[in-house]
């Protein structure tokens, strides 16, 4: 592998807007829309949760799924204080004339793992890219401690907050090592250029997603896993105190998916990382949230602790889809059994190990 200073400019404000990388760093990829970075639209009511604090951890709708650990209560839905408060008041996204997301509220849990849930097209890409300033509100703002995002200087925001969005793309022929690197240009001035300590994250990152031996790939010579794997590497490189990941696990096998997972944890555990993520899968995103966001025609249903939201009729409100709930016999969090139409309950079935 060859650790070498990135051949781009250093700093993302610098980055034509046509390159898709930076993009995805620092730029604003919709232009359409007014905004009203002043500050929030105001007033709006929040959502009705119901899923309080309070609720208790066994719920209507769950069951246990046979003999297995006592369920486990997930980390407290609060925030840590003295981290960086991620915020989004009033907010109305749109593309053209289409209105996804209308006068949305959303108070992100500092320090903590959340999971925006819900069905295709409900709007949780486009929630996740306004909040990562890739989106331009039409109506409302988004806080980061209290300074809207789109009245903050570029670098700034690149250094607090990191995405990696859907599908991204990298430029032809960029090698893994070259993208990673990326991710460290918002740390990079005139008068502090490539260091040491980019270039320990880079190698750090690369070794945590195991990507160390494909470091000097092209990024468009990789298999699908592994190219998503150079991404996180990139957002995991750029050290910011919030990461926003849309649909991480996408194209990863079963093992690479809990690798990654198990790296976000890590992430949050040590080093108080604020996570945002989208999950599609309901039992991972169990698993793993300390906070679900469970979103549906652009509008958030419900929140809080996977225990307390996550039930039958959640699920069948959010996707339109009969399940039973038990409990998850490795981690005590709620475990989504889909029925469909070819299977009908069967009670026996979900008690045996
Ligand atoms: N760039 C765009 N231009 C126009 N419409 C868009 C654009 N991006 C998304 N949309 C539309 O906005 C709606 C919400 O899309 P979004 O990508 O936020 O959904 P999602 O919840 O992330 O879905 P998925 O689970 O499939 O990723 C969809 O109807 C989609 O077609
Ligand atoms: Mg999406």
Redesign the pocket.
Known sequence: MTLKPPSWPAAPADIPDADPVSDRLTGDTTTDGTTTDGGPAGGSPARADRGGSDAPAGRPGQQAAGPGPAPVPSRPDRSDPGLPELRASGLRLA??N?V?VDDLDLVVPAGRISVIV?A????????LRALARLLRPRAGAVHLDGRSIHAMPTRQVARQLGILP?SPVAPSGLTVVDLVGRGRSPHQTWWRQWSTADEQAVTEALRATAMLELADRPVDELSGGQRQRAWIAMAVAQGTPVLLLD?PTTFLDLAHQIDVLDLVVDLNRREKRTVVM?L?DLNQACRYADHVIA?RAGRIVTQGPPAEVVTAELVEEVFGLRCQVVTDPVSGTPLVIPMGRHHSPRPAAALKS
């Open positions: 593309y053209d289409t996804i819900g295709n097209a409900c709007g949780k890409s486009t929630l859907q649909e989208v599609h979103m």
